[in-house]
């Protein structure tokens, strides 16, 4: 099979298993069928994010059931006739320290702390790598900015 799909990257706080339960719950409202990693989901409250081996990455999969895992395996990350597709969520634990020198392009609701932030450094004692790949590019496709949007809004508590 080809590669398929778009992945948006994201360094992320160690916030990340609480946020992926609130992403959980918006796949919820968006499928009520959901399908993680090929199981019918359970209730997001009770959803804990799996712990991968050390040495790999972890992943979650996102799927509206049975139809769209079938369509997934045919065609990979694309859209269907209904213009939706199947998503997921690699993601890596990093224990390390992350220091990065400028922070540019800051988005949040508050335009003060955007002005603060800009042009200053970061460090992270842990954190995570996460990839979000969707069907399509999130900047030319509705249904797959929708899932990054989606993404984006589960660090907010």
Same mark, same amino acid.
């Given at each position: 099979?080809?590669? $398929? &799909?778009?992945?948006?990257?994201?360094?992320?706080?160690?916030?990340?298993?609480?946020?992926?339960?609130?992403?959980?719950?918006?796949?919820?409202?968006? +499928? #009520?069928?959901?399908?993680?990693?090929?199981?019918? /989901?359970?209730?997001?409250?009770? +959803?804990?994010? #799996?712990?991968?081996?050390? @040495?790999?990455? &972890?992943?979650?999969?996102? /799927?509206?059931?049975?139809?769209?895992?079938?369509?997934?395996?045919?065609?990979?990350?694309?859209?269907?006739?209904?213009?939706?597709? #199947?998503?997921?969520?690699?993601?890596?634990?990093?224990?390390?320290?992350?220091?990065?020198? $400028?922070?540019?392009?800051?988005?949040? @609701?508050?335009?003060?702390?955007?002005?603060?932030?800009? &042009?200053? &450094?970061?460090?992270?004692?842990?954190?995570?790598?996460? /990839?979000?790949?969707?069907?399509? @590019? #999130?900047? $030319? @496709?509705?249904?797959?900015?929708? =899932? =990054?949007?989606?993404?984006?809004? /589960?660090?907010?508590?």
């Amino acid at each position: 099979m080809d590669l $398929t &799909g778009h992945s948006t990257d994201f360094t992320v706080d160690m916030s990340f298993p609480e946020a992926m339960r609130r992403f959980v719950a918006h796949a919820q409202r968006r +499928w #009520p069928r959901l399908r993680l990693s090929g199981e019918p /989901s359970a209730r997001a409250a009770d +959803w804990r994010l #799996p712990e991968p081996d050390d @040495d790999f990455s &972890g992943i979650v999969t996102f /799927s509206s059931g049975p139809e769209m895992e079938d369509f997934w395996e045919e065609n990979g990350y694309a859209l269907d006739a209904s213009g939706q597709g #199947p998503y997921a969520v690699f993601y890596r634990r990093r224990p390390g320290p992350l220091h990065a020198t $400028t922070i540019s392009g800051v988005e949040t @609701d508050d335009p003060d702390i955007g002005v603060a932030v800009e &042009g200053t &450094g970061i460090l992270m004692a842990a954190y995570y790598s996460v /990839s979000l790949l969707t069907p399509e @590019d #999130p900047a $030319t @496709d509705p249904f797959s900015a929708g =899932v =990054v949007r989606d993404f984006v809004e /589960s660090f907010g508590a």
